[in-house]
């Protein structure tokens, strides 16, 4: 069965450093891996989607990578703001089912 | 529309008794899924529909929990004898065709307390 951790579960930046969110799966046969935004009371956001044969997609300051074999994903934000305060979190669709695998999320706040 | 809605945004009922929870996926959807969310977790997989049947229900909890799709657009989720345990946030997403490199569009749930 997947399994899929982040690390740190909770994460306080002051405004403009760099950082790096991390997420693990225990089950390498994955199909794609999408990292989400939410909001406190909000639904999710889907911020990056990486297809199992990519290694990183970018989108403006967020950039994530894929290591399959390793099963790993790494989402890097660059010159953090306050807006991106919130909890990210990282979902896996595996090879098994159309579902994502999601993990418990990194809680993000960034001070002004 | 232009996005997932849910509704209503929060119930509170007590213990025992049937609830039932609304998607709306965006128009045209044809995959919609449901998910439920407790404090502190991350989305755990409930149902997944394809069209108004239902491609894979493994995450429904027991047979308490049951959702349709009659026409294959909105869906309904239905909760018989809650259990203060039912209490999450409840999920709704949907994708344009349920192949499998999409992007799955989510609503703002429901958050349900059960007494």
């Known amino acids: 069965k997947q399994e899929v951790t982040q690390i740190p579960a909770a994460l306080s930046v002051p405004e403009g450093e760099n950082l790096v969110l991390n997420c693990s799966f225990t089950?390498?046969?994955?199909?794609?891996l999408q990292w989400f935004r939410q909001d406190p009371g909000k639904g999710l956001t889907s911020l990056l989607l990486i297809q199992s044969s990519q290694r990183e997609q970018t989108s403006g300051r967020l950039n994530a990578s894929l290591d399959k074999s390793s099963g790993r994903s790494t989402l890097y934000i660059a010159a953090s703001q306050p807006g991106d305060s919130a909890t990210y979190l990282c979902a896996v669709r595996d090879n098994y089912g159309q579902n994502f695998v999601f993990g418990p999320g990194t809680r993000l706040s960034v001070l002004p | 529309g232009a996005g997932v809605s849910q509704t209503p945004s929060n119930k509170v009922t007590e213990k025992g008794k049937y609830v039932e929870l609304r998607c709306d996926p965006i128009?045209?959807?044809?995959?919609l899924y449901w998910y439920r969310q407790s404090l502190g977790q991350g989305p755990e997989f409930l149902i997944y529909?394809?069209?108004?049947?239902?491609?894979?229900d493994s995450g429904l909890p027991n047979d308490r929990f049951f959702a349709v799709r009659p026409e294959g657009s909105v869906s309904t989720l239905k909760i018989q004898r809650t259990e203060r345990g039912d209490s999450a946030v409840y999920l709704c997403?949907?994708?344009?065709?349920?192949?499998?490199?999409?992007?799955?569009?989510f609503g703002p749930g429901t958050r349900l307390l059960v007494l």
């Open positions: 128009s045209g959807h044809t995959a």
């Open positions: 089950d390498s046969a994955i199909y794609n």
């Open positions: 997403a949907s994708s344009a065709s349920g192949t499998w490199g999409e992007t799955q569009y």
């Open positions: 529909f394809q069209g108004t049947g239902a491609a894979d």
